[in-house]
């Protein structure tokens, strides 16, 4: 009989998961969600022929480097910053993500960071809970309104589609800037508008970012492109940190030229600016888009059939649902 092969989860899965796996292969599954080293990342992988990893695992040509047992990387998530894929390309180790899955999820979440941005729900709570409140005053907490305002999306792919469906339910007009024009009848059914960004930069009155991270899209909005945002606009950033100047946002909220700012991801998290953590108009959280059970579920789901599928088993085998570098398919 042949020897099975050994897959490696990096981070504590769901336990119907990893016994799913198991009935593949020799599963080692970490115990403890941890940051790694290179070198460690290097020397674990070393021993696998697969893996299940997250955001925080990067995967880059040092830690392939020599790597001759390494098949298949299944990410947990739809942005695959942390994988190097060239460097997987060229060790021949096909890569997947999770994408389709969280779209909803996320997409709720977008809204729920809108809502408490606007609303100044963060920091009334915090002023609440302080045993600030003492009595009603007619100008206490006055945030900006969400209905009927205009919501702009920057990155308008499926999770950017599923937040323009909701704005119909709030009556808010819905302009979007994409590298690439929708097809007519995605639009109708978003009820959304394609402007340039300069546009929708200057009328957006609620503005959501969901663009992957790319050495292109890092820093695609900072001082210049916050300049002419109106000053009672709400930014939304649950993409990837480093998307947005950090600093260059802090700055902006600081001197009142922007309202507020609902972020879920930061540039080099889970270090967060020490600038953001100062102002009482920006709603901050540490990665929680897809934060639900059913959704994390469903990503692990996916991870696991991508894996599986990947290393030659299951009624996929050689075809996993969703590769990223299909090029070394078949390979």
């Not at 504590?12 to 020799?26: A, C, H, N, S």
Request: glycine share 10%.
């Amino acid at each position: 009989m042949s020897k099975r092969q050994r897959v490696w989860i990096s981070r504590p899965l769901f336990p119907d998961i990893v016994t799913r796996l198991e009935q593949y292969f020799d599963v080692v599954a970490e115990t403890v969600d941890q940051k790694r080293s290179a070198e460690q990342l290097k020397g674990t992988l070393a021993d696998f022929d697969g893996a299940i990893v997250g955001g925080s695992d990067r995967v880059d040509a040092s830690v392939l480097d020599g790597n001759r047992r390494l098949k298949a990387i299944a990410n947990l998530g739809v942005g695959y910053n942390n994988l190097d894929i060239p460097a997987l390309t060229q060790s021949g180790v096909l890569a997947c993500n999770t994408p389709g899955v969280l779209d909803e999820s996320v997409a709720d979440y977008a809204w729920a960071l809108m809502l408490a941005a606007s609303r100044r729900v963060g920091a009334a709570e915090r002023w609440l809970r302080a045993g600030q409140w003492n009595g009603m005053r007619f100008d206490d907490w006055l945030g900006v309104d969400v209905h009927g305002k205009t919501l702009g999306i920057l990155g308008m792919g499926r999770i950017g589609q599923a937040i323009a469906r909701r704005a119909a339910g709030f009556g808010m007009p819905v302009i979007y800037h994409n590298r690439h024009r929708l097809p007519a009848d995605i639009e109708e059914a978003c009820k959304a508008r394609y402007v340039e960004k300069s546009t929708l930069l200057r009328e957006s009155d609620h503005l959501i970012l969901v663009l992957p991270f790319t050495s292109e899209n890092r820093h695609v909005i900072g001082a210049l492109e916050l300049a002419l945002m109106k000053p009672q606009a709400v930014l939304v950033n649950i993409a990837r940190g480093g998307i947005v100047d950090d600093v260059a946002l802090a700055a902006a909220l600081r001197e009142g030229r922007l309202a507020a700012a609902g972020l879920d991801v930061f540039e080099g998290e889970p270090a967060v600016h020490p600038d953001l953590l100062a102002l009482e108009n920006a709603v901050l959280s540490p990665h929680l888009g897809s934060a639900t059970e059913e959704t994390r579920h469903a990503m692990a789901t996916l991870a696991a059939d991508n894996l599986i599928a990947a290393l030659g088993h299951g009624l996929q085998a050689g075809h996993p649902p969703s590769p990223i570098n299909t090029e070394v398919l078949g390979k």
